[in-house]
């Protein structure tokens, strides 16, 4: 379970990212977190595994305060947690084998790790996940010859095999077509389900957010302005979060899912 | 405003106004005559007879140049074996100190950007400021003359250089990369190793095959100081005005630094 | 992607491919490179003794960076900073008024073939003879002195700046050249409004690099006689006065500093 309690991040500009927020994420849950840019959704994601480090509140993750812990510490609970970026974030020059197994690279020692002479079992699982996100055959390609769906894949699968209690998502789709964006979606969603993790996903595509996710949490300002199932967003919702716009064109689809979900239950 | 009316009213554009066109030509005034004043200094030091009667003393030099003393060649494979040595073993000197220098100065990867990345740069700017020659001059004074001091001349001049390109490089990385490696847990040196070092490797190699062309250009000179290789030669040659022999030397020299930029474009190349 | 290629994956080990796929080639790479690092190495003889001997005079130039002589030489070295420095400026200038019509006729895309051909072998021997030898072959024809210097930096700079000028025409917009001469504009006018602007920055950035460069190179040129700080320095090394050495080099390192900082603001203003 991840628990934030007053979470509060101010830049040394002077911005305030974050105000006091607090959340619970149950195990096993995925929830979307949407809001306009600059709303702190970055941050938020990032003072979990403290990539940025949080003003004051606390972060804690299965029962372990994150904010209090020293280097060692910290390295020990970014392995319970994947990220996923959202321009994928592979090193380009690596091949795709080493982009997945540096997800290992908390477990194992830096000259095993310098030599790539990662541990059998974690190769084994390499492989395993690569078969998993469809690309075995791509093993000893570099990540730069891939394209743009087969990258976040790769992103993916390096985030799952740290065998994390948590995947940190930061706009997963952000960069793909809507085909690949659905696709991916439904890859991080089912490896959720199949896994039993939580995850918490940035995400701007409010229709694709509401198609696949169980909960969805508003960030306005740096403060929740909504907390609830996907079937409770309506217009006003939507207009509290991002401001006065026309909305239908946006929701609609949910709409026709819902009906599609009320036929298949009658 | 660069629009000014004239006397019956109509308006005459112009691309500056008076006060910008009149710095500009007090600029222009300035620049000639420091100009003129340094060609004046220039003028004083020279013997002007020398030079009206240098292109007789060219044609002079030139007759007696021609042609090469193929025969001296016998002589030359020893020292151009040392001037290839010093050109490539000084670089390798280089980078070996190069690539911490390079880690500490840059701003994203120096453990203390108030304390450590001053004294980096300092020395990349010391070691860069001075010509290898005087490298050279220095630890001939200092280790004796031969090929190992122009070896370190080589190494030492070339510190700066490489650390200065290298250290850009990383400063130029994409850091999602570092930070999807960090969040992995990953300790600095993993971080290091996986997500900062890949990404200035290519970086990296382009620099050495540089700086290796530009050495071999400079070992080639550096026996005009004592250093050892083919620049022994060539003064020992100039000293007894053996121009024949000077004349097979530079084109040896020519010859050898082709071939150096030839070398060095295929591989690089092959690397990128 | 079937299983079974991840059955046949599963359990065997995983290495990174090598660089180079082909081994032999690898191979023969690296017991190449071996077998010249020792064949280098081993012909390289150290005199040990020597460079013992040699190590404290090492410390002392050492200390004497800490301890500089500006004094009592200072007049030598006043003479030969200014004639560095006088020499670093004319060769500057006149090696870039001359590089401009040399760089513009090495490039393809504006230059006949002809004029084209003519400039880039000026390109190419400058570029291919040192400083120094081209220096020691002019001291020999004009004499020693400031002169010799001058012609070979302005040499030197031809090569240098002509060279990256062509290939900054080379690689400019068309598109901004073809509207100006849509205009039916003459030939200098197309330089001036097509090709100008759009070089400019670039060429003043060079500039102001080619001008550390030089004053660098000037410091070296006294060695063989042409004048500048070198010879100052080169008396100063045989005579194993290191803290007037010291004192020169300081000079030079701040001199090129500044000359950088000077450069980036310029470069800056210019963008």
């Not at chain 1, 195990?27 to 994601?45: C, E, F, H, Y």
């Not at chain 3, 060769?91 to 051909?117: D, E, F, H």
């Not at chain 3, 002019?138 to 290939?167: C, N, R």
Request: net charge neutral.
């Amino acid at each position: 379970m991840l628990e934030l309690k007053k979470l509060t991040k101010t830049y040394r500009t002077g911005d305030r990212a974050l105000h006091e927020v607090d959340l619970i994420v149950p195990n096993g849950q995925v929830m979307a977190l949407i809001g306009p840019s600059g709303a702190g959704k970055s941050t938020l994601i990032r003072c979990i595994n403290r990539l940025v480090e949080p003003t004051s509140g606390s972060v804690i993750l299965d029962g372990t305060d994150i904010t209090a812990l020293g280097s060692t510490g910290l390295r020990k609970m970014r392995r319970k947690m994947g990220m996923i970026f959202q321009e994928y974030a592979l090193v380009e020059r690596l091949t795709v084998m080493e982009n997945v197994l540096s997800g290992r690279l908390g477990y194992v020692g830096f000259w095993r790790s310098f030599l790539r002479k990662f541990p059998q079992s974690d190769v084994d699982e390499a492989f395993r996940l690569l078969d998993r996100v469809g690309l075995l055959a791509m093993a000893d390609k570099r990540a730069d010859e891939l394209s743009g769906g087969q990258r976040q894949r790769v992103g993916i699968a390096r985030a799952l095999i740290q065998n994390p209690r948590l995947l940190l998502v930061d706009e997963p789709t952000a960069s793909l077509d809507p085909k690949t964006s659905r696709q991916i979606m439904r890859l991080i969603c089912e490896l959720c389900a199949e896994r039993d993790l939580a995850a918490v996903i940035n995400i701007h595509d409010v229709a694709l957010a509401q198609m696949f996710v169980e909960r969805i949490v508003g960030l306005k300002a740096g403060e929740l302005a909504f907390d609830g199932k996907p079937t409770e967003m309506g217009e006003d919702v939507l207009t509290r979060i991002y401001g006065e716009e026309d909305w239908q064109a946006t929701i609609r689809k949910v709409d026709e899912e819902e009906v599609e979900a009320e036929v298949a239950a009658q | 405003m660069p629009v000014s009316t004239s006397p019956d009213g109509a308006k005459i554009w112009q691309l500056r106004t008076r006060n910008q066109t009149l710095t500009r030509w007090a600029a222009y005034l300035v620049a000639v005559a420091i100009f003129m004043w340094c060609w004046q200094r220039i003028s004083e030091a020279t013997t002007w007879f020398f030079v009206w009667d240098a292109p007789r003393i060219a044609a002079d030099i030139g007759g007696r140049a021609w042609p090469p003393r193929w025969s001296y060649m016998d002589n030359l494979w020893g020292p151009l074996w040392d001037t290839l040595n010093m050109a490539t073993l000084g670089t390798l000197l280089a980078l070996v100190m190069a690539v911490p220098i390079a880690f500490l100065a840059a701003r994203n990867t120096t453990p203390s950007a108030l304390f450590i990345r001053p004294v980096a740069l300092f020395i990349i700017v010391a070691t860069r400021s001075i010509n290898s020659l005087i490298w050279a001059l220095l630890l001939v004074a200092i280790v004796g003359p031969g090929v190992f001091a122009g070896l370190m001349a080589i190494a030492l001049r070339s510190i700066g250089f490489c650390a200065k390109l290298l250290y850009e490089a990383i400063e130029e990385i994409d850091e999602k990369q570092v930070e999807a490696i960090t969040a992995t847990g990953a300790s600095r040196w993993q971080v290091m190793a996986f997500g900062i070092v890949p990404q200035v490797m290519p970086a990296f190699a382009g620099i050495s095959v540089f700086r290796w062309d530009i050495n071999i250009r400079e070992s080639t000179v550096l026996g005009l100081v004592g250093a050892g290789g083919i620049g022994l030669q060539l003064q020992s040659s100039l000293n007894t005005l053996a121009w024949p022999q000077v004349t097979l030397i530079l084109i040896v020299i020519l010859a050898a630094v082709l071939v150096g930029e030839w070398v060095s474009a295929k591989v690089r190349g092959a690397i990128i | 992607m079937t299983t079974a290629t991840l059955e046949a994956r599963l359990g065997n080990g995983w290495k990174k491919p090598p660089f180079i796929p082909n081994p032999a080639l690898r191979w023969s790479l690296f017991i190449g490179g071996l077998i010249y690092l020792v064949l280098a190495i081993s012909s390289i003889d150290v005199n040990w003794t020597r460079v013992a001997e040699g190590l404290s005079r090492g410390w002392a130039f050492v200390t004497a960076f800490f301890n500089p002589d500006f004094v009592s030489r200072g007049g030598d070295i006043w003479d030969g900073i200014l004639e560095s420095i006088i020499i670093t400026i004319t060769s500057t200038v006149v090696g870039i008024a001359l590089s401009v019509p040399i760089g513009l006729g090495a490039a393809r895309n504006i230059a006949p073939l002809p004029v084209y051909l003519v400039c880039r072998a000026i390109v190419a021997l400058s570029r291919a003879l040192n400083e120094i030898i081209v220096a020691i072959l002019l001291v020999a024809i004009f004499g020693f002195g400031p002169l010799a210097g001058f012609l070979t930096l302005s040499f030197a700079t031809i090569g240098f700046m002509s060279k990256l000028l062509a290939e900054d025409i080379e690689e400019m917009s068309k598109a901004q050249a073809e509207a100006i001469r849509a205009t039916g504009s003459s030939w200098l006018q197309w330089i001036n409004y097509g090709v100008q602007p759009q070089v400019m920055p670039r060429l003043i950035g060079l500039s102001m690099y080619r001008l550390d460069i030089n004053f660098r190179e000037s410091a070296v040129l006294g060695l063989v006689g042409a004048g500048g700080i070198g010879a100052t320095l080169n008396t100063a090394f045989d005579r194993y006065e290191f803290d007037t050495a010291a004192a020169i080099l300081l000079i030079i390192i701040v001199t090129v500093m500044a000359l950088e900082y000077l450069s980036g603001i310029i470069r800056a203003k210019v963008q």
